[in-house]
């Protein structure tokens, strides 16, 4: 879900800004990782690739910076996914990811916007670079916007504004979830200097979140932040609005969709969810909705109303994505809910 702002609409350039400068995104990646992921975690290639699209879409001129330039590794992912493979098919796009910039050689120049990219790295190199940070601060009091998607807003823990105030006091924000780490950052949250969402809320914010792995993106003027993957085009799109420009238009992406039909199927669209996947699956990234119902599942404990959401998912995609493992998740969540009975 985003959660427009109609002062993001009236935001004026930043007041130091060349024209070039008004047209300019910088995306920052972590420099954490190694060997795809299984050594340290890096940055998440979907969400960069999804936040470059849609920038340059909108004709915004895209940097890559990282801690300390040149090549970064990615998490582990699909380079079939149709963002992924446009990004790696364009030649200006992947040659400023295998060199990115330093982020201390780019302190000196002036972006409309600075948006930073997710991926558990992000919790470990990003939040401590302080050459970041300033740039954050400038960014922002010049009157440009600054937006995080997925453990990206971990950087905006402990950034000063001048006369003392805290970039995050008082503010609406998200990010990845408490929920979502206990499922998907056993491997790694242990080694966090904290959980994000408890950092954002330690930090004075005020924390939002919509269920696991759901698009949910929180606008607070010049400051927008994503809640995870899912969360990645929405959270570009309002950077975008929040820079005072219009929307180019945009097909969703199948995964998307997807994400899009299980909030409708949570919400009160539930059988026009249902007969909308029926009528065409091919639409949808059917394992990734029945991985959903899945996870759902086992996030669920004794809540009657995520279990049954969470069966009604994984057997509608049941008959597209046959898997043992989804059907012993059926049974195992079918004879939960007869206990509950």
Known sequence: MMLSCALGLLVA????????????????????????????PGFEMDELSQA???????????????PSGGAVVADRFNPN???????????????????????????????????????????????VNANLKTMLAETYQAGGVVGAVCHGPAVFMNVPLKGGASLLEGRSVTGFSNEEEALFGKGWAPSFPVLLESG????????????????????DGRLVTGQNPS???????AVIKAMGRPLAPRQPWADERSMALLSQMLGDDNAKARASFNADPS?????????????????????????????????????????????????????KLAKMQ
């Open 200 to 219: 954002l809320r330690g930090s004075g914010a005020k924390f939002s979140e919509a269920p696991m792995m759901l698009s949910h993106v929180v606008t």
């Open 231 to 237: 969360s990645t085009a929405a959270a570009a799109e």
């Open 283 to 335: 639409q949808y990234d059917v394992p990734l909705i029945a991985m959903w119902g899945f996870f759902r599942a086992q996030s669920a404990g004794s809540d009657r109303d995520a279990l049954t959401h969470a069966v009604e998912v994984m057997e509608l995609t049941s008959p597209h994505f046959k898997r043992p493992e989804l059907t012993t998740a059926i049974a195992e969540a079918r004879g």
């Open 52 to 66: 470059y699209v849609v920038f340059a879409d909108n004709g915004l001129q895209v940097d890559i910076a990282s």
């Open 81 to 127: 996914k149709p963002y992924n493979s446009r990004f790696l098919a364009d030649p200006e796009a992947a040659a400023k990811l295998t060199s990115t910039r330093a982020i201390a050689s780019v302190g000196n120049e002036k972006y409309a916007a600075i948006f930073i990219i997710g991926g558990k790295g992000a919790m470990f190199d990003l939040p």
């Open 13 to 40: 350039a930043p007041a130091n800004a060349t024209p070039e400068a008004n047209n300019r995104v910088l995306l920052v990646v972590s420099g954490h990782g190694l060997d795809e992921g299984k050594a340290r």
